[in-house]
């Protein structure tokens, strides 16, 4: 009923710039929070950074300065700017959104949802 959709990701040299996108469709009544999180081979998925409906932000400590993370809630997108990028930000890049929706005419449930992921390359 609901997908994230993500687009942006792929290679890059070191100290360039990429942009993300994730675009939630379907039959959403609300989005929360929605984030970018990022694996890469070999280690656990970890949060990139996060923005709550109201647009408050969290970023991993390592990433404060390089990345910024916006919404635009009318198109329900999350955009991860990824800025001065290093090798070690190699991953593939996944969108995660908490989105309430609606279930036949009356029902609606929140769930958790994340998108198919982007690869993110760095090369030195």
């Known amino acids: 009923q609901v997908q994230l959709v993500e687009s942006g990701g792929g290679l890059v040299q070191a100290g360039g710039s990429l942009r993300l996108s994730c675009a939630a469709i379907?039959?959403?009544?609300?989005?929360?929070?929605m984030g970018w999180y990022r694996q890469a081979p070999g280690k656990q998925r970890e949060l990139v950074a996060a923005?709550?409906?109201?647009?408050?932000?969290n970023y991993a400590d390592s990433d404060e300065n390089r990345f910024t993370i916006s919404r635009d809630n009318a198109k329900n997108t999350v955009y991860l700017q990824m800025n001065s990028l290093k090798p070690e930000d190699t991953a593939v890049y996944y969108c995660?959104?908490?989105?309430?929706?609606?279930?036949?005419?009356?029902?609606?449930?929140?769930?958790?949802?994340w998108g198919q992921g982007t690869q993110v390359t760095v090369s030195s």
């Open positions: 379907g039959s959403i009544v609300s989005i929360n929070a």
């Open positions: 995660n959104a908490e989105i309430t929706i609606l279930i036949g005419l009356t029902t609606i449930r929140t769930n958790n949802y």
């Open positions: 923005i709550t409906s109201g647009g408050s932000t």
